[in-house]
C-alpha cells in the first residue's frame, strides 16, 4: 500500500464525515437563538452578545484542538486538565508582572508542554502503556508538582500580556482570533499536508501505516506533543484572562473530560484515523451555546449538570447510530 | 536538550515553594481580625446580617434609582454545603423584600474563573441590570471583570474579595484568622501544654482555608500544643474517618481534633466511637449534625463559624445602595460569632438536615424551613 | 461452550500471572506499612484495613466486567453518591424503611446499567462517552434530588453494614460486616467470571466483539450485562461507604478512576479480552494499601499524587513489558 493511496482514502472518508460538524453548529445555533428569543434577550444575538459567546469557546476549545490531534491517531490526552494548571500558574510566576518577561515565560511554558507531550508520547508509543493510565498517571504527577510547589499564588501575569486577553479589534476579542488561526492552522497541517495524511492512517489503521513504511511511534508522539500544546496555549490564554494561573484551574474547568467529549461530539472517531479541527469546533460552540442560554433561562446548577449529560450522549448518538459494527 | 528543560522546569516550582511559603501567615491581618472579633457591632440588635464592625460608611447618592430593581448576582457556585444554604438565604431575603425587586437573576459559574468572567460580561451585555453581586471562584482572577463592571453600574462583592477598591462595598465576615484564633484559643484553654492536636483540612492553597489554619497553627505554637498531623480530605467523610483511624491506630494519644470546616467534624468523632475511645476535644463548625452529636454526647467542643447569614447581607445592601442609602463600606466587616455549650441550644432545630448551617440567620424568612430542606 | 473463539484461552494463562503480579505489590506495599506501623499486622488492624478497602474492591470487580467487556465505565462514583444521598432521604433515619430502600437502590442501579448498556449497545455510543454523559446526568440527578446538600438520616441498621464489627469471633477475633460482604462479592464476582458459559462469552465479546459475534455470542447483551454488573457493584459499594461514614455529597467522587487503576494494576488489558476477579481484588487491595501507606509516611498531600502517578505507569508499565516477552 503506498501512502496515496492511504491519503485519498482519508480524503473520502473526510468528505462523508462533512455534515457532522455542519449538524451540530446548526443545533448550537438553533439552541442559543431560541434561548435569547424565548427569554426576550433579543440583544444576546448582537455582535456583543455573539462575541461573548465566542469567548466562551476559546479555552475549551485550544484544548480541543490539540486533543482532536491525540485522538485521531487512536490515543487519547488526560493530562491536559494539570497542564493548563501548571502553564498559568509557571506563567503567572514566572512574569510577576513584569512584561520583559512575556517572552521568556511563554517560552519555558512551550518547552514545559513539549516536555509532557515527549513523556505522554513516549509512554503510549514507545513503552506501549494505555493512554488513558498514561495520561492519567502524567496528570497526577503534574497535578502533585504543582500543588507541591505552589501553596498560594503572589504572581501574576504581566499588565501587557493582560491586555491581550482583553483586546477586541474590530469588535472581535482578540483570544477568538487566536483560536480562529489556530484552528486554520490545524485544518491545514490535517488537509493538506503529508504530515496530516501520515497522521490519519496511522489512527486509521496503524499495522497497515507500519506496512506502509510509517514509523508509526514518531507520529503518535507528535500527536501528543501537539496536544500537550494545545493544552499549553489554552492555559497560558487562562493566565492572561485571569491575571494569575491557579492551581486547579484545570481541573475544576474540567478541561480534560469536556474536551474529549467536544472532540467525540464533533464526530472524531475514538478509535482514530476519522474527523476533524471543524467538528471540534462545532463541538466546543455547541457546549458554549449550552452555557449561554442556560443562563439565559436560568436553569439551576444541578439540572445542568443532568441536561449536559443527556445531550452528550444524544449528540454523539445521533451519528453514531449510523455506525455498523460493534463500538466499546 | 530535553534533559535540561526537565531541570528547568523542576527548579521553577522548587524556587516557587520558598517564594509563596509566608504568604498566609499575615500578622497584621491576624492581630486585625482579632481586635475584631471582641468589637461591639453597631446596628440592629439581634440582625448580625445588617450590623457592622467599625469601618467607615460610604456616600451612594449618586446610584439612586427609582422603581422596582433588577439585581444581578454572578456566583461561584454551589458546590457544597455552606454555598447552598447561602444561596436558600440570598433568595429568601430577595424574596423578603419582593416588593421592591423587580427580578433578581442568578449566574452560576460552577466554580470555573472563566466561565464567571463570561458570566459578568454577559450581565453586563444584556443590559438589564441595576447592580450587580458577585461571590468571587478567586480574588485575583475576577479583578478585571470586577473593574470592568464598576464602570458601568453599582457592584457589591462579598465572601472572597477582589485586588481593587473599585466596588462599592465588600462584604465578608471577620475572616479565616478569626476563625483560626476563636477555635484554636478554645482547644488551648482545655488542654495541657504538651498535648496533641491533630488538624483536619478540606484542602491545601485556598486562601479562605489557609488563613484559618495558620492562625490555628501559631496559637498552638505559642501554648506548646503539638499539632501531629495536618491532613486534607477534601471534604470527603469516608477519607477523613480514615485518615483519623490511621492517626488512632499509630498509637499516638490524640487530645483534640480541630477543623478547619466542620462539614466532616460527625465522621472524625466515629473514628473515636469505632476505636472505643473517649471523644477528644473539637472544634467544628454550625452544622446541624455536629451541633446535635455535641448535646448529645456532651462533647467538649466549640463551633467556631463563616456565617451564611452574609448571604443576606448583599440583597439588603443593594436595596439600599439604590435607594441613595449610605451603606458601610469599602469594606463591611460582619459580626463573626462562635457557638458555645452556653448558646448551644438555641442553635439546634431537629428539623433541618445534618449540613444546615444553623447560623443562617434565616428563621425569619419566606419558606423557612421547607426551602432549606427541612423534613 | 465450544463456539468460543481460540483467542480467549491464552488470556486464562496471563490472567493468572496478572494476579501473582499484583499480589506481590500488594505483599510489598503492607510489608512496608508492617514496617512503618508493626501493629497492621494484628488480625484486628487488619480487618479493618479490608473494612475500609471493601467498597473500592467491590468496585473493581463491577469494573472489571466492562473492561473485559472492552469498555469503561465512568458513572460508577456518580452512582455511589447517587446511592448514599437517595439512601439517606428515601429511609429518613427509620430503621424500618432499611430493606425496602435497599431494594430501591438495586432498582436504581439495575436502571443505570441498562442505560449505559442500551446506550453503548444500540445507540453505539462509545462507552467512554456514554458513561461520561451518565456520569454528569446522575451526579446532577442526585444533587439536584437532594438540593445540593444531605438530606435526611441514616438509622443505625444501615450503617451497620458498613461500619459493624463482629467481636469475639473465632480464628480472625474481630470480624467487620463490610467484610463478609466483600468477600461474598469478590467470589460472586469470580464465580460470575470464572466458572460461567457467560464470563467465558464476556471475555470473547472484549477479545474480538465481531468474532465472538460470528461464534454466535449474543454480543449486545453480554455487553448491557456488563454495565448491570457494574452499576449493581457500584450500589452494593455506595452502601458501604454510606454506612462506613455517612452521608455525604461527595461520596463517589474520583472512585471511577481508582477503580479502572485497581483493575489496571491487576493485570486487566484495558479494551478487553485479559483480565481476573483476584487480578482486580488485589489491584485495589494494592491501591488502598498505597494510600495507607502514603498516609502513614506523612508525606504532603502533592507528593502523594504525585507518587501515585508514577505506581500507576510502572505498575503498567511492567505489566506490558512481561507481556511482551511472553509473546
Sequence with gaps: ?328 | MHVKSILAATLAVAFSTTAYAQEFNDPAEFKKQRELLSTKAEGPEGKPWEQHLGGAMVDTAKFKKDGKHTICFSNAGVFNPWRVVGLNNMKGEAALQKDRIQELVILDAEGKDDKQISDIQSLLDGGKCDVLIVSPTTTAALTPAVEAACEKLPVIVFDRGVNTKCPVTYIHPVGGYGFGITSAEFIASKLPKGSNVLAIRIVPGVDVLETRYSAAKSIFDEAGINVIGSEFTGSDRAKTKSVVEDYINRGQKIDAIWMDAGDTATAALEAFEDAGLPYPVISGEDQQDFLRKWQKENLVAIAPSYPTYQWRTPIIAALDILDGKSVPGPEWNLPQPAITQETLASYIDERMPALHYSLCGCQDLPGYPEQWGAK | MTAIPDTVRPSRRVSIRGLNFALLIFVVLYAMIAVLQPNYLEAGLFMNFLRRAAPLVILACGQLYVILSGGFDLSMGAVVTLVVLAASMLIGGDPAMTWPVIVALYAMGLAVGLANGAIVAFLKVPSIIATLGTMLLVNGLALAWSGGAPRGDLPDNFRNLGRLVLRDVPLVGTLPVAVIILVGATLLAGWGLHRTAYGKRLLAVGDNPRAAELAGVPVKPTRISAFVVSALAAVTAGILIGGFSGVSVNAGRGLELQAIAACVIGGAQLLGGRGSVAGALFGSLSLFALFTLLNLLGLPQALRDSLQGVILIAAVGASVLRHRRST
Design chain 1, 1 to 328: 500500500m503506498s501512502v496515496d493511496t492511504l491519503s485519498s482514502g482519508r480524503t473520502r472518508r473526510g468528505f462523508r464525515d462533512l455534515p457532522v460538524p455542519l449538524v451540530v453548529i446548526a443545533l448550537a445555533a438553533f439552541i442559543y437563538v431560541t434561548a435569547a428569543l424565548a427569554t426576550g434577550q433579543a440583544n444576546q444575538i448582537s455582535l456583543t452578545g455573539l462575541s461573548g459567546l465566542l469567548q466562551r469557546t476559546v479555552a475549551l476549545g485550544l484544548v480541543g484542538l490539540g486533543q482532536t490531534f491525540a485522538i485521531l491517531v487512536g490515543s487519547i490526552d488526560l493530562s491536559v486538565a494539570a497542564l493548563i494548571s501548571t502553564v498559568a500558574v509557571l506563567a503567572s510566576y514566572l512574569m510577576q508582572g513584569d512584561a520583559g518577561m512575556i517572552v521568556p515565560a511563554i517560552l519555558a511554558c512551550l518547552v514545559l508542554a513539549l516536555v509532557v507531550g515527549v513523556i505522554n508520547g513516549g509512554l503510549v508509543a514507545c513503552w506501549g502503556i494505555n493512554p488513558l493510565i498514561a495520561t492519567l498517571s502524567t496528570g497526577l504527577i503534574l497535578q502533585g508538582a504543582l500543588a507541591a510547589g505552589f501553596t498560594y499564588l503572589g504572581g501574576r501575569v504581566a499588565p501587557e500580556f493582560q491586555a491581550l486577553a482583553y483586546q477586541a479589534p474590530f469588535g472581535v476579542p482578540l483570544p477568538v482570533l487566536l483560536l480562529a488561526v489556530l484552528a486554520i492552522v490545524a485544518w491545514f497541517v490535517l488537509a493538506k499536508t503529508r504530515f496530516g495524511a501520515h497522521l490519519y492512517a496511522v489512527g486509521g489503521n496503524p499495522d497497515g501505516a507500519k506496512l506502509a513504511g510509517l514509523r508509526v511511534e514518531r507520529f503518535v508522539l507528535a500527536a501528543h506533543v501537539i496536544a500537550s500544546l494545545g493544552a499549553c496555549v489554552a492555559g497560558l490564554y487562562l493566565a492572561a484572562r485571569l491575571q494569575s494561573g491557579t492551581p486547579w484551574i484545570g481541573r475544576d474547568g474540567v478541561y480534560d473530560l469536556e474536551s474529549i467529549a467536544i472532540v467525540v461530539i464533533g464526530g472524531t472517531a475514538l478509535s482514530g484515523g476519522k474527523g476533524g479541527v471543524l467538528g471540534t469546533l462545532a463541538g466546543v460552540l455547541l457546549f458554549a451555546s449550552l452555557d449561554a442560554s442556560f443562563n439565559m433561562f436560568g436553569v439551576d446548577a444541578f439540572l445542568k449538570q443532568v441536561l449536559r449529560g443527556a445531550i452528550v450522549i444524544a449528540a454523539v448518538a445521533v451519528y453514531a447510530v449510523r455506525n455498523k459494527g460493534h463500538v466499546a
